[in-house]
């Protein structure tokens, strides 16, 4: 099983390019998260999707967009991207009962110019 | 906005010495606490968590202790070792079907040998 696995590992954009990353899990996980890592920020949550058909917004959602394809797939799409969003992303999922363990992808590190 | 403290930033132990990071939070509804930790170019991987209805828990070399009245909760880790040398977040939820956490800023730490 590969768990939770995402794609790109690595992408570089110029500013107003778009482009989508996307979060795959084989663990049969009901919810599914997009966090952004930037030093001395920790983790914050972009997006998240409770179940299969629904998304909210976390913490930090401008400039985002995202879709739970099915219960397998969470994609994040950056429009427009901006230097602001130069990040590491990670992917994350859990069954969807309360105070669970958080499974995280090895995350897609991005660069905007 | 809600939010979970975390200090220090960085710490330096040496091989066999006790680490200890701090994490205060100011929302008295969070009811589970996290640790995750993250070696470099991996995603963060649950460590040990806790609930508030106990004081402290402990597995193998880590060790929970949790002050609910100062609202702040503390991860110990006897005789660190080389391999122990990672960043390592702490997390607060209120819990939920959601599983929203709220991490703290990050932790670095180096163990000497």
């Known amino acids: 099983n590969a768990g939770v696995t995402q794609t790109p590992k690595f992408q570089v954009l110029k500013t107003g390019q778009s482009m989508t990353l996307q979060c795959a899990q084989d663990m049969n996980h009901n919810s599914m998260y997009w966090y952004r890592q930037d030093p001395g920020m920790g983790l914050r949550l972009i997006y998240y999707?409770?179940?299969?058909?629904?998304?909210d917004k976390g913490e930090v959602p401008n400039g985002y967009n995202v879709s739970r394809l099915n219960k397998r797939e969470f994609s994040l799409r950056l429009e427009s991207a901006a230097p602001s969003q130069t990040s590491v992303y990670f992917c994350?999922?859990?069954?969807?009962?309360?105070?669970?363990?958080?499974?995280f992808g090895p995350g897609t590190r991005l660069l905007v110019l | 906005q809600q939010q979970v403290k975390q200090s220090p930033q960085s710490l330096i132990v040496q091989k066999g010495g006790i680490s200890i990071i701090n994490c205060a939070y100011e929302?008295?509804?969070?009811?589970?606490f996290p640790w995750y930790q993250q070696f470099p170019g991996k995603g963060p991987a649950l460590l040990i968590a806790?609930?508030?209805?106990?004081s402290e828990k402990k597995e193998g070399r880590f060790t929970i202790s949790f002050n609910k009245s100062a609202k702040q909760f503390s991860l110990h880790i006897m005789d660190s070792q080389p391999g122990d040398s990672a960043t390592y977040f702490c997390a607060a939820s209120m819990g939920g079907a959601t599983n929203k956490l709220i991490f703290g800023t990050g932790t670095l730490l180096a163990v000497q040998p």
């Open positions: 806790i609930r508030p209805d106990v």
């Open positions: 994350a999922t859990t069954q969807g009962r309360v105070q669970e363990t958080q499974y």
């Open positions: 999707s409770a179940s299969e058909g629904t998304t």
């Open positions: 929302n008295t509804a969070f009811d589970y």
